[in-house]
């Protein structure tokens, strides 16, 4: 089937500073979830207040929302899920996704008719699975992670909705989350959105009459049930992913940082921008892998799509830490070389950081700056302390939606 729409990119907003950074930094939608039936039980959360904000910013910024209504079912949350969808039915958000089909169901009878995606947790791999979800009222699919990108170009040959696929971020070894590891180590299910990731943890065998002898587990393609990914990085492969019909490139990460979501989101937007103009794709592609680069993240991989190959290697693969984040703007000082700003990790007078910006026109206008000021309410200080407010002055002007990390020159 022809496929001529332009693709979007779908960035996460765990909370409302994410969800405007994102915006800010190019995202042409942004997906959150409420305080219940998300798959982010350790994420922050939007309370009902700022669901209605956030979705608000993003009818104002002509961004979709999509909200997220993506957990698993039990008879027992049936009430609940009722309830919790009546104070947020006459939001004007752009979709919700949902995994369970009962999700759907109960959204429908009450007379919900927003628009409704299918979560990469359905696992969908093949055209008939799309055209079910289709015929039922499904608008866009999210897939499986582990479908190919030549499986893809399959698909499109006989689907007409929208497909959406997972560019970049975390990855999971079991199919999108159907994994029990976590709730047998630790009683929490990733199930429902409480992974705490044994799956990187470190194992090893014992013989049962060799206690103390330690054999590390190393990982194969097929070989091994507990499996340690690297994360999916994409940017390479975007233009093949966009010819083979995709309309909509999602990022992993509601959890992460500002920093993680606003470079990630401005890279492939930048990216995106460039999909008709191959050369150019080609010359920036360097910049963006080290934009890429430093944020944290684990080695990355584009081949778990393309026979698992990401998945092979030694256990405990390590976390690469990346730039180090300062904190972002929050608001205006006193003049252009002043701004409030919410702090991330600790700096100090005299210190050069790097503020990276949107880019805008293919133009990117990140700056070294030194701190020449630090203050919290009338109280002159010598250094930033996380999670605090404080008014910083530099030596040149900062712009608005700055974010500081440490200088990379
Ligand atoms: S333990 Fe690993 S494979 Fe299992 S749900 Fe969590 S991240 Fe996914």
């Not at 005299?350 to 700056?367: F, H, L, Q, S, W």
Request: charge should be neutral; proline fraction near 3%.
């Amino acid at each position: 089937m022809t496929h001529l729409r332009k693709p979007i990119l779908v960035s996460p907003a765990g909370n409302l500073d994410k969800l405007r950074f994102a915006i800010r930094y190019g995202a042409n939608a942004v997906y959150f979830g409420g305080e219940m039936f998300n798959l982010r039980a350790g994420s922050e959360n939007l309370s009902i207040e700022n669901i209605a904000r956030g979705t608000e910013i993003c009818t104002t910024a002509n961004v979709d929302s999509i909200f997220l209504m993506n957990s698993f079912l039990h008879q027992s949350d049936i009430e609940k899920v009722k309830e919790y969808l009546s104070l947020i039915k006459d939001f004007n958000f752009s979709a919700i996704l949902i995994s369970d089909p009962g999700m759907m169901m109960i959204i429908r009878e009450l007379g919900i008719s927003t628009p409704i995606h299918l979560s990469t947790q359905m696992s969908t791999l093949n055209h008939y699975a799309i055209n079910f979800w289709k015929d039922v009222g499904i608008s866009r699919i999210v897939l499986a992670r582990e479908v190919t990108l030549e499986e893809i170009r399959r698909i499109r040959e006989h689907v007409d909705i929208e497909l959406e696929v997972f560019v970049h971020g975390a990855l999971c070894i079991s199919y999108s989350g159907r994994c029990l590891l976590s709730r047998y180590f630790t009683g929490r299910d990733a199930n429902l959105g409480q992974c705490t990731h044994p799956c990187r943890w470190k194992y090893s065998i014992v013989e049962e009459n060799r206690e103390g002898n330690h054999l590390d587990i190393i990982e194969y393609a097929r070989g091994t049930e507990i499996l340690s990914s690297k994360d999916l990085c994409l940017i390479r492969l975007l233009p093949e992913y966009a010819r083979a019909g995709v309309d909509a490139f999602k990022i992993e990460g509601r959890m992460k940082s500002v920093y993680y979501t606003a470079n990630t989101t401005r890279v492939y937007a930048h990216a995106l921008s460039l999909l008709d103009k191959p050369e150019e794709f080609a010359a920036k592609l360097p910049f963006w892998q080290r934009e890429l680069a430093l944020i944290s993240h684990r080695p990355y991989t584009e081949n778990l799509f393309n026979e698992f190959e990401g998945m092979k290697g030694k256990k405990s693969i390590p976390t690469i830490r990346g730039a180090r984040f300062f904190g972002y703007f929050v608001e205006k000082g006193r003049d252009e070389t002043e701004i409030y700003m919410m702090v991330h990790n600790p700096f100090s007078l005299g210190d050069t950081v790097e503020a990276i910006y949107p880019i805008y026109n293919n133009c990117v206008r990140d700056k070294q700056y030194r701190v020449c000021d630090i203050a919290e309410g009338e109280l002159i200080a010598t250094s930033a302390i996380p999670n605090r407010i404080y008014r910083v002055r530099f030596d040149a002007p900062v712009y608005e939606y700055a974010i500081f990390r440490e200088s990379t020159k």
